[in-house]
């Protein structure tokens, strides 16, 4: 199962681009509600239905765990306790972690990101701790975690996460659905 966190004040293209792209891929993937409301606003006004609210999440089933950026977004997933719970749990278990824009900085405040490669939204290199920021790289893979610098990443980031989850080749049959020209 892939659980994507949305926290009020999500970025909407972070989130739902992954989504969207392993769900074609034959990924099982979960909006997850942060607060207990399953109708999350992202930062630009658009809401969304999650799929479940983030008691339903279950760290046995979970393979991945996405946290899109959006500073509203972050900040729900900071300070909710459950959330933070469910991100050690998913990196003790050895399950991917891809964050992107401002997210990675969660996962630096934890200390995932030490003596990691990582790359963040710019400007926010400050908030990263130890991590080896690669400054200006769109996507950045070190071990089972993925970042990503942006919104305009969000492809990227997505088809770097069906590789990871699903396979090149399921990578390259979706690359090519949304990519197909006629």
Not at 28 to 53: C, K, M, P, S, Y
């Amino acid at each position: 199962m892939v659980y994507i966190l949305l926290g009020e004040g999500f970025e909407e293209c972070e989130a739902l681009v992954p989504a969207d792209l392993l769900r074609r891929a034959g990924a099982q993937v979960r909006l997850v509600a942060v607060e207990d409301d399953l109708a999350v606003t992202g930062a630009n006004g658009v809401t969304v239905l999650a799929d479940i609210t983030l008691q339903e999440a279950s760290v046995e089933d979970m393979r991945m765990l996405i946290l899109p950026g959006g500073m509203g977004g972050v900040e729900s997933i900071r300070m909710n306790l459950f959330a933070v719970a469910l991100i050690t749990d998913a990196w003790e278990k050895g399950a991917y972690l891809g964050a992107i824009c401002a997210a990675p900085t969660l996962l630096a405040n934890l200390g995932i990101l030490d003596r990691r490669h990582a790359t963040c939204y710019p400007g926010m290199e400050d908030a990263m701790g130890s991590a080896v920021v690669q400054i200006g790289a769109d996507v950045v893979e070190d071990g089972h975690i993925i970042t990503a610098q942006a919104a305009g990443s969000a492809f990227e980031f997505g088809f770097k996460l069906v590789e990871k989850l699903c396979g090149h080749a399921a990578m390259k049959t979706v690359w090519q659905d949304v990519h197909f020209k006629s």
